[in-house]
Each structure stands twice: as C-alpha cells, then as structure tokens.
C-alpha cells in the first residue's frame, strides 16, 4: 500500500469520528433546552404577544366611544405628549416618581430598623417575625380599605380618635393629605418585604466578624457603620429595585383611598382612568404604557445585575 | 505585658438547676507575664469557652479574671486591650488587608499616618507588603492567618489570645507556621494564651499547658513534666503519640501484675496502694518503656507500624484473665512481622492510677 492511500484512510477515520463528536454535541444541546422550551413558549404567549399588540395600539388612535374605525397615525401619540394637552400624564407621572422614592426610601428604613431588632435571639422570635411579615400578605385592596376605614377615617379612624384624646382637631387625611396617607399605607405594607430582605444580609454575617471588631475597640455603633453596612449594601440596592419595579405599578391602594382625588393619581392609575376607567382613548393609553415598560425595563435590568454581582459574591 | 490570673472562673449554659452546663468551671489558672501558655483538650472540654471569658466574649457567671491585677471580670471587650485571631480568621471582608489590620488603630484614633506606619511594619514582618490591597477573598489560606496575625500584632496588645489559629491549615503549613509563631511571640515578648486540640501542637509551643476536660483543668505543666508526669488517668492518655499503654488490672495483696509479670513499684507508690481501699488500678506504660526481655510476659504481634527510624507493634497480652492491647517501641531495624511472639517486660518508669478515680499514686515523677 502506498503512504497517500493509508493517509487518506486515516483523514476519514478522523472525520468521521469528528462527526460523531459533533452530533453528540448537538443531543446535548438539545437535552438542555427541550425542558425549559414549555416556559418559553408559555412566556412569549402571555407577556410578548399582549405586549406587542399594545406597541401596534400606542401608534393608532383608537376611541371605542366614537364609530370611526381605528387609525394608524405613526408616533403621533408619543410627540403629543409633550404638548400642553397631556399635562395630566406628565403630573402622574412626577406623581408615579415621588410615590414611588418615598415609599421605597421609607419602607427601607423602617424595614432595616426592624430586621435589626428581629436579628437576635429572645423568647418568641418566631412568633414575632411572624407578625411583622403580615401586612406584605394582606391583599392590596383589603389594605387600602382598612387604613381608609379604621386607621384614617374622619369619624371613626384610630388615629384621628387618638389626635382628639390629645386635644388636637379630626383630620380628612385622604383628602388633605392624598398622596402622604397612600405612601404611609405602602410603607406600612412593604416594610416587612425590606425587613426579609435586609434579614438575610444581617444573619448572612459571620458573627466572629463582629466579635473580631468588639475586641479590636470597635463601638456598636461603628461596628454597624463600618462592618456591617458594607455588607449589607448588595442587599438594600436589592430591595431597592424590587420594591420599585412593584411600587411603581401600585394602583389598588389609590384607586381605595383616594379614588381619583387629585395630587394622588400615579401613571397606572392615569392610564386606567383614561382608557376603561371613562376616557376610552386606548391608543394613547397604549402610549402611556410602552413609556411605563420602558422605564420598568431600565430599572429591572439594574436589579438584575446587582441579582447577579449579588449571587457571585457568595460563591 | 502583663500577666493573667483565672480565679475560680466559671462560665454556665443555661438556667441553675437541671440542664445546666458548666462549660468551664471554676479554673484557677496563672499565667506569668512574657509567657506562652497552650490549652489543649478534646472537642468540647471548654478550651474556647475559657479564652473567651479572658477577651471578655463570654460573661464570667462565677469567680474573676485579672489582666495585671486589674479585675476585668465585668469590663467590655474593648476596655481590655487584647488582641484574638480567631479559628476562620474573621476577617473583615469589605475591607483590604491594610485597612483590616489598621482597623483597631482606627477605632483607638490614632493618626493616620502612624497607623499606616504600624501597618507597613507589621506587613514587613509577616511578609504581606505585596498583598496589603488586596480583598481577604482573593489571599490564600496562609495569607489570611498572617493577616489575621497581623491584626494582632499591630495593637501591642497586652495579651494574645488566639483560638485554634492554625487548624484551617494544610499539614505542612501547619508545621511551618507554628514554629514561626513561637518565635514570634518570644521576639514580641508578649504573653499569649493559645487554644488547640493538638497535643502535638500543644507539647512544641507551650512553655507551659494547660489539660482541660469537660471543663474542669485537668493539669498545668511544662509539657516535658506533663509528658513524664501525668497527674490523672486522662492526662496520661491524652498527651503523647501514640497513646500510653493503660492497662486495667486488678490487685493480688499490694502486688499488681502486667501480663504474667509483676510491676515494679517504687516505695511511695507501694505505700499509696497499701494505704489505698480500691481494688482496681491502671498501670500506665510508655511504648519506649516496655523492653523485649525473656522473662517478660508473652504476647503475639497483630500490627506492626513501620516508621523508619522506629516501630511500633501493636500487641496482642494475656492479662488479667482477658487480652490486653499493647504498644511497644522497636528499633526500626529488628524484624518483627505480623505473628511474632515476644516476650516483653516494663523497663522504665510506670504510672499506677485508681481506676475509678484516675488519680496518680505516688509522688510526681521530677
Ligand atoms: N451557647 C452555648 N450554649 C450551651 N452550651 C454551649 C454553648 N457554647 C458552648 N457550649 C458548650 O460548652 C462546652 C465547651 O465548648 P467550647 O469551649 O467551644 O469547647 P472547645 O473549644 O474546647 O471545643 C461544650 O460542651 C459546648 O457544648
Ligand atoms: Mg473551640
């Protein structure tokens, strides 16, 4: 035999077994993803198709109290909105901006002050962090009527009750106070979701981390400053972005509470007033949304980085 | 510098009554100034527990403490001026290698460019200048205990305090850094009090060790007096490796045997047993104390470890109506094999103990 021919049967040999690995490589690839194409699929029906046919509304004017039929008008409703005509959006939406940062800036304080008290041991602890965690499941239409009815109420609210045992005069909280009274209600049912978090961080130290410090002079105070702030920082940029992606969508509390008052109409409740809720103008209603999304997207995908860098750091 | 007193120190888990636990009680210890004291002991007997009550970690619930005669029973760990490396090293892990060592000069508000020099003389020492801005997470193991020791050493404390520092260490690193260790704290001069499990690591540091168990101390000794001198049944068992031969026998009159031989007495240990009510003792032996001899008591090899420069064959005795297991040091060179029978005999010095109590008989060996 000549050297070319056993050359080339070694040049198949080694093709083939190179195929070979290929095709294996494909199974593998194609065990990965079969499992998770049901969620996929599932995923693009329900978020992708609504959301893309609200992209395809937000570029038509669209009344459904008027019979004329539905109109492609391009980026129309965007431009409008910078027009004198839709300067209730541009109020929502400072309005969506300042309830949003006070509620989550709130809640995390008072969510911190509570996790830092939960984190010790004493009798009852579990009972207790129990207790604390309920106002996050009480439903949001059921919180909003409780503080309207009980807490806030002119006549009969525990705290106008407690203002006339110390002398002082009955307040109309909700309609004086609209956007305060639905950022108090937020606060008091998001807190407990600051204090988990903000838990976790705390129990995640290592308690001879904290000695170490005692011994080296450190004061409590310092101590917190110093040690334990710093560690706890991954996990308060956390609940920052969670509770803003879920605040600023916030629309049972001020639809109960206030119910179209102005100085308390957020942009989801903007957005429902003017399309359902009576002013039938989807299309810009459309348009409102895609802004929301947009925002709501930047900021998700903040979280999910400092998620991420989180996540890292354990391992 | 200082010296560091226990005086009837006690520390209990729990409420009084049923179910309390003294995990340290009431330890009487002086420890002199200058010196480097070990306490050794099993998982579990309060080593820790008693370190912590001298940093001020743990509350003292009976008796004091005294750091230079000064009673720091009740003061806070920060008004003691010690410094504690800790077994996982506790780095602080938001902050660099220089702003973990310097964090104690922070909190005592020293200038700043003084705790920077402190630092950089500390990082010389310990070989960490390259490393000083660096994160804990990126720095090896030996890294982070030399860190961890840095952190120490840059207060001047007056005592160091130091909990199983070297456990998280490989076995050869283990070695290495202990001997460093020791000659450290001679060069600094400063008393330290050293907590480990291993009698080994015990034995070579120690000026002098302390044996805990179930809280309660056990002895204090140079280690060549606790190694020679045993003063109880779980001191003779717990220091030295491999383990003393403690053998249970009962007496015959005041004669105690071991194996078919007779064990020689000296006189104050005669006059103990004599005086003595109980009927069972321990003859403890040393592997290097037993001889091959052809009047000695007959056993049979089961294992024989090669060490080199020495055996050690496990041995298979007829004693006391029952078999007894014992060690016994050979030359490296002889050539006894799985199966052999000798004939061996007790040629050194011999521990008797009450076997219900453990207490030694006799006079301390000197
Ligand atoms: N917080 C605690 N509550 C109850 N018992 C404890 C506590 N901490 C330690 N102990 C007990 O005290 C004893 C001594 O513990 P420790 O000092 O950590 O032992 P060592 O360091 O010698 O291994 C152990 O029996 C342990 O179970
Ligand atoms: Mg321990």
């Not at chain 1, 070319?4 to 070694?10: K, Y």
């Not at chain 1, 009344?63 to 004198?84: A, H, M, V």
């Not at chain 1, 895609?290 to 354990?314: M, Q």
């Not at chain 2, 009550?53 to 230079?68: H, K, P, R, Y």
Request: a negative charge.
């Amino acid at each position: 035999m000549s050297n070319a021919v056993v050359d080339r049967e070694v040049d198949s040999k080694k093709e083939s077994r190179a195929n070979e690995i290929k095709r294996l490589e494909r199974r593998e690839g194609w065990k990965r993803r079969l499992p998770i194409l049901p969620a996929l699929l599932f995923t693009i029906v329900v978020t992708q198709i609504p959301f893309l046919f609200t992209l395809f509304y937000s570029l038509t004017d669209w009344r459904i109290d008027k019979l004329e039929p539905r109109q492609f008008i391009g980026i129309d409703n965007y431009t409008s909105l910078t027009e004198e005509s839709e300067k209730f959006f541009r109020e929502a939406a400072w309005v969506s901006v300042q309830m949003t940062v006070m509620a989550v800036l709130f809640s995390l304080i008072v969510g911190t002050m509570l996790a830092i008290l939960l984190d010790r041991k004493f009798f009852g602890q579990g009972f207790i962090r129990t207790l604390l965690i309920t106002p996050f499941l009480v439903m949001p239409v059921v919180a909003g009527l409780m503080w309207k009815t009980q807490m806030l109420n002119f006549n009969f609210g525990i705290i106008n009750w407690i203002l006339n045992g110390l002398g002082q005069e009955s307040v109309e909280f909700a309609t004086r106070y609209p956007m305060g009274s639905v950022i108090v209600v937020l606060v008091w049912q998001w807190s407990p979701f600051m204090m988990l978090i903000v838990l976790a961080g705390l129990q995640g130290q290592d308690p001879s981390v904290l000695e170490a410090a005692r011994v080296d002079g450190a004061s409590t105070f310092g101590i917190f400053r110093q040690i334990t702030f710093p560690q706890l920082r991954p996990f308060l940029e956390l609940g920052t972005l969670l509770g803003a992606i879920y605040l600023i969508q916030v629309y049972d509390h001020i639809e109960v509470i206030v119910g179209g008052q102005p100085g308390a109409n957020n942009l989801p409740f903007y957005i429902a007033q003017r399309s359902i809720g009576g002013g039938n103008r989807f299309g810009l209603a459309s348009t409102y949304s895609i802004i929301v999304v947009i925002a709501s997207i930047i900021i998700a995908n903040i979280g999910l980085r400092v998620l991420s860098n989180l996540l890292e750091d354990d391992s | 510098m200082a010296e560091v007193r226990y005086e009837k120190a006690s520390r209990i888990y729990g409420f009084g009554g049923v179910g309390a636990v003294r995990a340290v009680n009431e330890l009487d210890l002086n420890i002199a100034d200058g010196e480097l004291l070990v306490l050794v002991g099993p998982s579990g007997s309060g080593k820790s527990t008693a370190l912590r009550m001298l940093a001020g970690l743990e509350t003292v619930n009976e008796g004091s403490i005294f750091i230079d005669d000064v009673d720091v029973t009740l003061k806070p760990p920060q008004d003691r001026d010690i410094a504690m490396v800790f077994q996982n090293y506790a780095l602080y892990p938001s902050m660099t290698v220089g702003e973990n060592m310097g964090f104690a000069l922070k909190q005592a508000k020293v200038p700043k460019a003084e705790r920077r020099a402190q630092v950089e003389e500390a990082a010389r020492i310990l070989d960490l200048e390259p490393y000083l801005d660096r994160k804990p997470k990126n720095l090896s193991g030996g890294q982070r205990q030399r860190v961890a020791m840095g952190r120490a050493i840059v207060r001047s404390p007056q005592v160091f305090l130091m909990d199983e520092p070297l456990s998280n260490l490989d076995a050869k690193l283990r070695v290495q850094t202990r001997t460093e260790l020791a000659d450290l704290q001679a060069r600094l001069g400063t008393t330290m009090v050293y907590v480990t499990h291993d009698q080994v690591e015990a034995m070579t540091m120690g000026h002098r060790v302390a044996v805990l168990d179930h809280g309660e101390l056990q002895q204090v000794d140079t280690p060549r007096r606790l190694y020679s001198s045993p003063a109880n049944l779980f001191v003779a068992g717990f220091i030295g490796s491999p383990a003393m031969n403690l053998i249970e026998t009962d007496r015959t009159g005041d004669e105690l045997h071991f194996g078919s031989t007779v064990v020689p007495l000296s006189d104050d240990v005669q006059a103990d047993l004599k005086a003595s009510a109980s009927t069972r003792f321990v003859v403890g032996v040393r592997p290097e104390h037993l001889i091959q001899t052809p009047d000695g008591a007959p056993c049979g090899a089961t294992v024989v470890e090669e060490l080199g420069s020495d055996a050690f064959v496990h041995a298979s005795m007829p004693h006391n109506g029952t078999e007894a297991t014992v060690v016994v040091r050979v030359d490296g060179e002889t050539a006894i094999t799985r199966g052999d029978n000798l004939t061996i005999a007790i040629g050194g010095p011999v521990h008797i103990f009450d076997a219900e109590s453990g207490v030694r008989l006799g006079k301390p060996v000197t």
